[in-house]
């Protein structure tokens, strides 16, 4: 029932960005020409549900704009970040991207946060025959859509997660492996997917689900839903989190005083003190959980963002403001390539070539779908460490099984 309802409710969103801009097709800036400034817009979640990450994409928005100004612009014109705020609501962001499109007339897009978010700002963009960089938004069905202008700038899509996890598992010796596996997860288009594909495939390696239950995004309360899963005392308990959710459970796993041998969680664990900050520093050691990014990797210019976001924020980088900081490199290259603003000539460009980012390099296939890996990554001591594959691993050691809850 709830999947149906997610469905109607994406189609219709769809149908209301059809209308909404059915009258100003063509999107702003085709040429590029002129000597004024190149306006990239995006709309964020900067209150509502998903504004802590929203916030962080900004950041990395920011930064990347900044560094692009002082190396002398896009075709040697200056960037002008336009930013409005969706309030993490649906029809907001047809509304914004609508505007930014057919009254701000824009020369280029950036993506929202969240598969949620961007299901519907990608199809205002496709009507438009406009280029769409999204740095969140790996649910599958944001790629089945036949679209032409939708690049996802991180390693992969929802369903591949959390693959990582799983080969960790097989890996370790059968006596070691654990047995039984709980799922929770937020009703969400790209948790669903991670935590469900998760399930399959450690289901196929030989674990047995105990318990499985989908929550509302709503839910601030959850004693109940953890006290339901721990009743069977799963070895691994996996977590399907944005992250205010991610803390929640955390905070409820230690008030009951349920500790797994093996937790893993989506998205909340990589956003850096804000995450240790929420569930208390000491409750972080172990916490397993998939990543796009290392502040640790060495790929280009990463260690120049690292730096640059310490300075301005006076703590460690998060996930989030990697991800769109990759996101206005993969557009970035792509004008440069190319050489002037063609919406058309930019996704052909994208799709027929590799990109590197802070990320690592990104490519695509025909349907904009990432064609890479990501990391797994786990609190120690403190800090991330990336644990896997062993090419980009900050440490050979992993945790395990976790320590209680302190």
């Not at 209308?19 to 020409?33: D, E, F, H, N, R």
């Not at 006076?314 to 557009?331: H, I, R």
Request: glycine share 10%; aromatic share 8%; hydrophobic share 40%.
């Amino acid at each position: 029932m709830r999947e149906r309802s997610v469905r109607l409710r994406l189609r219709a969103l769809v149908a209301c960005a059809a209308l909404l801009v059915s009258a100003g097709c063509g999107g702003g800036g085709q040429a590029g020409g002129g000597g004024g400034p190149i306006l990239i817009g995006t709309s964020l979640p900067l209150t509502g549900q998903f504004s802590q990450p929203g916030g962080e994409a900004r950041r990395g928005y920011e930064i990347w704009r900044d560094r692009v100004n002082a190396a002398g612009g896009l075709l040697g014109r200056q960037v002008d970040l336009r930013v409005t705020d969706d309030a993490s609501n649906q029809d907001t962001i047809i509304a914004d991207y609508t505007k930014l499109i057919t009254q701000d007339k824009v020369d280029l897009l950036l993506g929202s946060f969240s598969s949620l978010l961007n299901y519907a700002a990608s199809a205002v963009a496709e009507r438009n025959q406009m280029l769409f960089v999204e740095p969140a938004g790996a649910a599958p069905n944001m790629f089945t859509r036949g679209f032409k202008m939708l690049f996802f700038a991180q390693p992969a899509t929802a369903p591949h997660h959390a693959d990582g996890v799983t080969e960790w598992v097989k890996s370790l010796p059968e006596a070691q492996r654990p047995r039984t596996a709980a799922f929770i997860t937020q009703d969400d288009p790209f948790t669903r997917p991670v935590i469900e594909s998760l399930q399959r495939q450690l289901e196929a390696a030989g674990l047995r689900t105990v318990h499985s239950t989908v929550y509302p995004a709503n839910t601030t309360n959850f004693q109940p839903i953890v006290s339901a899963a721990v009743a069977e005392s799963p070895d691994l308990f996996a977590q399907g989190a944005q992250f205010e959710d991610g803390i929640g459970a955390v905070r409820a796993l230690r008030q009951v005083g349920f500790s797994p041998k093996v937790f893993f969680q989506t998205n909340a664990p990589g956003n850096g003190n804000q995450y240790s900050d929420g569930v208390g520093k000491d409750a972080t050691e172990g916490v397993l959980y998939s990543t796009s990014w290392s502040e640790a990797a060495k790929t280009p210019v990463n260690a120049e963002f690292a730096q640059e976001y310490r300075k301005r924020f006076n703590g460690p980088p998060t996930e989030d403001a990697a991800d769109a900081f990759a996101a206005g490199q993969v557009l970035q290259e792509a004008v440069t390539k190319v050489g002037r603003i063609d919406q058309v000539a930019l996704a052909d460009w994208l799709r027929a070539n590799e990109v590197p980012t802070i990320l690592g390099p990104l490519r695509w296939a025909a349907n904009g779908e990432p064609q890479s890996s990501y990391m797994v990554a786990q609190w120690q001591n403190g800090k991330v460490e990336v644990v896997s594959p062993k090419p980009a691993a900050t440490t050979d050691r992993i945790v395990f099984p976790k320590p209680a809850w302190p």
